[in-house]
């Protein structure tokens, strides 16, 4: 059994079409069918139904795909930590990072960039939810995000700062000079807020219903990039966790008077996964930010 001959059953599993699997593989259909055979003749079993007309997976098939997927995990695991062991003079690093998080991570990003030339950094914003679906499939090293209201079984999520949620506007905005806001203050006022499925609105939809209230939403953008943009240049007010203005100079937090306020920033992993190497040393440097130094103090 080759791990080529496991990739073609699990991309011909995926499709059901050899035709559409030989051309994405970029290999022919005869060679893809051939492979397929001797994998089938090896197993002593059959795998796909063929037809004129359809492919489908056989009882032995079903069973096979999960294996045939473990399988190919472990053998880039393999590779990942030999690669590992070569003092991190090449490789890749794949992170996860909510939108909130880009302003912690500038410091961090640029230190390792130096000191590790020859890793090369793949950076992925998403909500939170998505990124935990990428790390489930691996597709991630490690996730950077808020703690989740309800814990993930399978992922291990370990504290890196304390932060809460404030009321975001420019600093000469009729607010500014308060030291909270509650409810009835920010309903005066025009709101720009975070889309659903960004861990900030997850938040906020414990406190308030913007769908059915008096709440004066002038727009909601799935990007705190593009939020934060907007607020700075308008009179409109927002949501967010303190450390999304991290150097927005224009901009102020003033803290949101609701219970339990608290928000973790957290890096996530899978349970049970190797952590590479170079994730270990990203790791490390980011706990060891002046980014994170300040937000770790900031609370306390």
């Known amino acids: 059994m080759e791990i080529r001959q496991l990739k073609y059953f699990i991309k011909t599993a995926e499709t059901l079409n050899f035709s559409e699997t030989a051309r994405s593989l970029y290999i022919t259909q005869s060679t893809l069918s051939q492979q397929i055979k001797h994998l089938e003749e090896e197993l002593g079993c059959q795998l ?27 053998a880039e695991s393999c590779k990942t930590q030999i690669r590992d062991l070569n003092n991190m003079a090449t490789g890749t690093l794949e992170i996860g990072a909510t939108f909130s998080f880009s302003p912690v991570l500038r410091e961090t990003v640029k230190n390792f960039i130096a000191e590790y030339p020859g890793i090369r950094l793949n950076i992925t914003n998403r909500s939170m939810e998505e990124l935990m679906e990428m790390l489930r499939r691996r597709e991630v090293d490690f996730v950077l995000a808020f703690k989740p209201n309800v814990p993930y079984e399978d992922i291990d999520s370990e504290i890196l700062f304390e932060d809460r949620l404030s009321v975001i ?10 030291n909270t806001l509650g409810m009835e203050e920010i309903r005066r006022h025009r709101l720009a807020i975070p889309a659903k499925g960004l861990q900030a609105r997850n938040m906020i939809d414990k406190y308030f219903d913007f769908m059915n209230s008096s709440f004066m939403v002038s727009l909601e953008v799935n990007s705190v990039y593009n939020l934060l943009e907007v607020v700075e240049s308008s009179s409109l007010i927002t949501i967010l966790s303190d450390a999304t203005i991290k150097d927005r100079q224009k901009l102020t937090a003033i803290p949101l008077a609701v219970p339990d306020n608290q928000m973790q920033g957290c890096v996530h992993t899978l349970k049970k996964q190797y952590r590479k190497r170079s994730a270990e040393a990203f790791i490390r440097m980011l706990k060891e930010s ?9 609370w306390a």
């Open 48 to 74: 796909f139904i063929r037809d004129s007309h359809s492919v489908t997976l056989t009882e032995y098939g079903e069973r096979m795909l999960p294996l045939a997927k473990q399988t190919l995990l472990d």
């Open 290 to 298: 002046l980014a994170l130094i300040e937000l770790s103090g900031k």
């Open 169 to 178: 506007m420019r600093k000469d905005h009729p607010l500014a000079q308060s």
